[in-house]
């Protein structure tokens, strides 16, 4: 299995980026799909995560500028970001928990490379 993440960039202040984050391989089902970032010296901490039935939960520093979305006949999740500020600068990683064909009956996590996001004028 594969997390295949891009759209990441350097945006001005007040911008917006879309990432996306497509998952690949012996895949027998997708459980939650979500994002997490990390600065240089600071812990990887939840951006936003959505269940496979589209419920979806945001980090108070984020709500109401960012949406996390999915679409589950392409095994991928999205990440809209708007009215971006430079403290959303970080490496932003995709996350999902995935039941494979050889272990359908528990998920385990799997993570994407990590994109650059970068929030600057």
């Known amino acids: 299995v594969q997390l295949q993440a891009s759209g990441g960039g350097l945006v001005q202040p007040g911008g917006s980026l879309r990432l996306s984050c497509a998952a690949s391989?012996?895949?027998?089902?997708?459980?939650?799909m979500g994002w997490y970032r990390q600065v240089p010296g600071k812990q990887r901490e939840l951006v936003a995560v959505v269940t496979s039935g589209g419920s979806a939960r945001y980090a108070d520093s984020v709500k109401g500028r960012f949406t996390i979305s999915r679409d589950n006949a392409k095994s991928t999740v999205y990440l809209q970001m708007n009215s971006l500020k430079p403290e959303d600068t970080a490496v932003y990683y995709c996350n999902a928990n995935i039941q494979t064909y050889a272990s359908r009956w528990y998920g385990m996590d799997y993570w994407g490379k990590g994109t650059q996001v970068t929030v600057s004028s």
């Open positions: 391989g012996s895949i027998f089902s997708i459980n939650d």
